[in-house]
């Protein structure tokens, strides 16, 4: 394993270089330094606002110094969204470009699996081994089982189909009694996208893992193993496929993998460890060996999914071998905040608020209709004179936020609805990305354009540009890696493709010029800059142009007293800050915050200060995810 010792004075020099006080880490015993100094394997338990991205930037940046190891290995940094990996990436800037070349690699956990993994393995599956890959994409995917679906169609007494098995299996459930034809069929299809031929065992699978269909020798089985293959042998694959890939690679080739990916990273850090999921840990395991240094930053208490499901985190933080190490101080919120959100954690035994920060007590709001919140919310709002503070949080300064983010099927029980009646969680629709190179180059609605101005043509231009790039073999560039390298190694280019793309809006958005010689311009340049342009292929070929879905705008926006405030579920606002955060009461399974924490007829409370809460004997796995959206939400607020 390697090691490292660094001096006091290098780790001035770091905290220098990213605007930190020289100072911050000078403590040796601080929970902060010791992580710095750890060469361990280790799980790292950050609380909320806790600055684990800024230890880890140090750590990285300190790293940087010592680079090229001698073995001549990297570091491998993994997280699980790409604005994660742009913050590293912009908080170093240009300080440390050696970080993110070879042998390094950083990136989403989807991201290391498709480059090292399922890329290798669609090229040596014998059934995809002769196709070309062209791009991950769950909506072209579903788009292709949709047409296989009606392509098949229904079928009469002995002459009935696979469509006519999905659609009896789909509709079994009671409640489907009540839908008409055509809500049936959309389930059907629903079922479809939802099944998975497992590579290993060839069992087609429902997505919680048990199996829809086994026998080989079934028509059913049968057809659904050929719409599955004949979508990979289009090069296209979904991000679930990707992992059905990469296990099966890993079955085949495991030993070989594992060293290989082992002698190439010695370092693994790995942030926001509690969304991983058991098939991402799976992964994890079973291609980092011993030899490998891994240190894990998470917190345990955040690990909340989509609402109320089943989904449990795969990261245990407390296994042998591996050291725990805590960040139990926050810098965001004061010890106010800290002291009433303490009884909601389940993992770290306390933790405190930042000394030199002064947050108001929380305050519970009580109302007779749940319309009055919001104005309750922004009375408290002006009575505490927040407006008069500077904010310079990406985040919304205000918001509000609840666990039920669906529309209740009946008006007594309480969701964000309940609140703002024309709250939809649903998101704007902005479709960026196309089956044919022709689409990218169409007119946007009005509506968008004035929302969102005419940077969404520049985000479809170079999404036009990364996917005729990467129908190239070995090319698997995203936005950001293509930029990064347009930029180091083909400037030239680069800023003749913004001058096209800034000549091609005024045409565009004025009527005078067609997509089809935008097209025909856009190859041209490519051309003209030496870039191989594909052959027979339908995404250039093609000219029928793919319709935009309808541009919808969220209701995730009030205004009152002629104050913004963002409307959204918890787990829409993991990660962020904000300046105030309303909590609204939600209700699911029949029970919500009130039942749970504030009985104040029993005298059962968690969230007032003499603290007499009992939980409960029973019902306890839902009551720790209600315990754990609650401590995410209350613990995003400074003030």
């Known amino acids: 394993m390697i090691k490292f010792s660094f001096t006091d004075e290098e780790i001035q020099s770091a905290c220098k270089e990213l605007g930190l006080p020289e100072n911050t880490f000078e403590d040796k015993t601080s929970e902060r330094r010791k992580i710095i100094d750890c060469w361990n394997n280790a799980n790292i338990i950050a609380c ?120 009896g299996q789909a509709n079994q459930d009671p409640a489907s009694k009540k839908l008409n034809g055509k809500q049936k069929t959309e389930k059907a299809i629903e079922l479809l996208n939802s099944l998975e031929f497992t590579l290993l065992d060839n069992i087609i699978r429902r997505p919680n893992g048990k199996t829809f269909l086994k026998d080989v020798n079934n028509e059913k089985y049968q057809a659904i193993r050929v719409i599955c293959f004949d979508i990979w042998r289009r090069g296209i694959l979904s991000f679930d496929d990707a992992f059905n890939f990469a296990n099966w690679y890993l079955t085949e080739h495991s030993i070989l ?100 920060k002064q947050s108001l007590q929380p305050t519970i709001l009580l109302f007779d209709q749940p319309e009055q919140a ?86 479809l231009f170079v999404n036009a540009l990364v996917a005729m790039l990467n129908l190239m073999p070995n090319n698997q560039y995203s936005k950001s890696k293509l930029l990064a390298e347009l930029k180091e190694n083909n400037p030239e280019f680069l800023t003749a493709f913004n001058l096209f793309i800034f000549n091609c809006i005024q045409q565009i958005e004025t009527d005078t010029i067609l997509p089809i010689d935008v097209k025909t311009k856009f190859i041209n340049l490519l051309t003209q800059y030496n870039y191989q342009i594909p052959q027979n292929t339908s995404f250039i070929n093609e000219n029928q142009i793919n319709s935009i879905d ?36 939600n209700e699911n399974y029949g029970a919500s915050e009130s039942s749970y924490f504030w009985d104040h007829k029993s005298g059962n409370d968690l969230f007032c200060p003499n603290n007499t809460y009992k939980r409960p004997k029973t019902s306890y796995a839902k009551l720790e995810q209600r315990l754990k959206t609650t401590y995410v939400a209350m613990s995003r607020p400074t003030h």
Request: hydrophobic share 35%.
């Open 374 to 459: 919001v104005g309750l919310f922004v009375k408290q709002i002006h009575n505490h004179k927040l407006l008069d503070n500077d904010w310079r949080s990406t985040s919304a300064r205000f918001n509000l936020v609840g666990s039920v983010g669906k529309a209740p099927a009946e008006d007594t029980k309480l969701t964000i609805n309940s609140y703002v009646p024309n709250y939809s969680k649903k998101a704007t629709k902005r479709k960026t990305n196309f089956d044919n190179l022709i689409s990218y180059f169409q007119k946007r609605p009005a509506e968008e354009t004035k929302q969102f101005g005419t940077k969404v043509y520049y985000e």
């Open 257 to 356: 993998i594992k060293n290989i990916i082992s002698k190439r990273f010695s370092l693994l850090f790995a942030d926001e460890m509690q969304d991983t999921q058991l098939h991402q840990m799976d992964i994890i395991s079973s291609v980092f060996n011993e030899a490998v240094t891994k240190q894990y930053f998470g917190d345990p208490d955040q690990a909340i999914f989509n609402g109320f499901s089943d989904e449990k985190s795969a990261w245990r933080d407390n296994i042998v071998g591996f050291e725990r190490l805590a960040i139990s101080d926050s810098k965001r919120f004061g010890n106010e905040i800290a002291a009433c959100i303490n009884p909601f954690k389940q993992v770290l035994p306390s933790i405190s608020g930042n000394t030199q």
């Open 48 to 167: 909320p606002g806790s600055g684990k991205t800024t230890v880890l930037l140090v750590k990285l940046l300190l790293l940087s110094q010592h680079m090229p190891f001698e073995d001549g290995s990297g570091i491998c940094v993994l997280t699980h969204t790409n604005v994660a990996i742009d913050e590293i990436k912009n908080r170093l800037g240009n300080k440390v470009d050696l970080l993110f070349k070879y042998p390094n690699f950083f990136g989403t956990i989807q991201s290391f699996v498709d480059k090292f993994l399922a890329l290798p393995a669609f090229r040596l599956h014998p059934e995809t081994a002769n196709s070309t890959f062209i791009k991950f994409d769950n909506g072209t995917i579903k788009k292709l089982k949709i047409n296989a679906f009606y392509n098949i169609g229904f079928g009469k007494g002995d002459k009935k189909t696979l469509c006519n098995y999905l659609y």
């Open 550 to 585: 309808a541009f919808t705008q969220k209701n995730n926006v009030i205004v009152e007293d002629g104050i913004e405030i963002k409307v959204g579920t918890i787990h829409s606002i993991k990660g962020e800050t904000h300046m105030a955060t309303l909590l609204v009461e």
